[in-house]
């Protein structure tokens, strides 16, 4: 059987929502992702095999084969195809798995696994609000589903409160994680830990009239502009 190498590994900067980078379309921001993927590892765009894109709000901007349209926001050829995945939360991390068992069975040898999420521009849950309010359907758990389960929908969070009661992880104790979790994050950023892996992207401020680099911290100012407009 074939090993599986990761070759390169990338992402632009986390943000929050309404944030930085709330003006790029998901597209596009996915996009620079992959164009500084194949800079750094010089590799032959052309001889990637497949882009696998995992994406768990597939409706409005990230709709119509996300996974596809990242491609073509890109430099890469057109050549390349894309899939787009759904695992909820751990679609991204699928995306890696399937790009592994393709490469470890032979099947494929250079593949880009990627994720793409926007809360700004597709806030968490629009797949299931938007039918709804438009009247279309009924949601996605069918009467057998509910049958069968004897319950009218599924929630993380009714399934995070049983985990926690099944081991018996009080809140207090996962507060102090949580906590610890994030002055380790907070640390490893102040070092710039995560420098080498952060694609910069441009980011526009029209209230401070500046252009910045969202880049490891919150952006760094590189251009400001004249005049009221650009």
């Known amino acids: 059987m074939a090993e599986a190498y990761i070759v390169e590994a990338a992402r632009t900067a986390g943000g929050k929502r309404g944030g930085a980078l709330k003006d790029w379309h998901p597209a596009d921001l996915g996009a620079q992702v992959l164009n500084a993927l194949v800079d750094r590892s010089g590799v032959d765009p ?81 797949p299931f609000m938007l039918p709804m309010q438009a009247g279309l359907g009924v949601g996605p758990w069918s009467e057998a589903i509910k049958d069968r389960f004897g319950v009218t929908e599924f929630s993380q969070f009714t399934g995070a409160e049983m985990i926690a009661r099944n081991y018996q992880m009080t809140r207090e104790t996962l507060d102090r994680f949580a906590l610890e979790s994030h002055r380790k994050a907070a640390a490893a950023t102040e070092a710039e830990k995560f420098a080498l892996e952060i694609v910069p992207v441009t980011v526009v401020d029209p209230k401070a009239r500046s252009v910045s680099t969202c880049a490891m911290k919150a952006s760094v100012t590189t251009r400001r502009w004249r005049g009221s407009q650009v």
């Open 46 to 126: 052309a001889a990637i095999d497949d882009v696998i894109v995992g994406c768990v709000s597939q409706v409005g901007e990230q709709s119509f084969h996300v996974g596809r349209n990242l491609v073509l926001a890109s430099k890469l050829p057109e050549s390349v195809p894309a899939v787009s995945i759904d695992r909820q939360c751990g679609s991204s991390q699928q995306a890696l798995h399937f790009a592994a068992q393709a490469v470890m069975s032979g099947t494929q040898d250079l593949v880009i696994a990627a994720g793409i999420e926007s809360m700004t521009r597709v806030p968490m849950g629009t």
